[in-house]
Nanobody, 121 residues
Framework: QVQLLESGGRAVHPGGSLQLSCVYS?????MGWFRQVPGGEREDVAT????????YYNNPWKGRFKISQDNGKNTLYLQMNNLRLDDSGTYYC?????????????????WGQGTQVDVST
């Protein structure tokens, strides 16, 4: 089991930027960020396949967010730019392992507690 601890969430104005961090206890080849709003399902925001660095972005966040990881620091990042009101929510870091090279939502088994992002005027 991988332990995950997110940080960096806060209130920010539309158009602003924010970087989320997630410290993980051990490396797994799939890491990702997910977002959940009250009453909604958890959505995949971005994932990274660590063996090759291949990234995936869900459409609402493509071109504005960037996922990266520093294995030397055991830290996963989400750089969030040009934030919009509908980016608000609780952001979760997740870890899993794949044998196929694809980090689909079903491979993620370990989750952090989440960090809150509030985009408001």
């Amino acid at each position: 089991q991988v332990q995950l601890l997110e940080s960096g969430g806060r209130a920010v104005h539309p158009g602003g930027s924010l970087q989320l961090s997630c410290v993980y206890s051990s490396y797994t080849n799939c890491m990702g960020w997910f977002r959940q709003v009250p009453g909604g399902e958890r959505e995949d925001v971005a994932t990274i396949y660590g063996n090759t660095g291949t990234t995936y972005y869900n459409n609402p966040w493509k071109g504005r967010f960037k996922i990266s990881q520093d294995n030397g620091k055991n830290t996963l990042y989400l750089q969030m730019n040009n934030l919009r009101l509908d980016d608000s929510g609780t952001y979760y870091c997740a870890a899993g392992r794949t044998r196929t090279g694809w980090c689909g939502a079903d491979v993620f088994v370990d989750w952090g507690q989440g960090t809150q992002v509030d985009v408001s005027t």
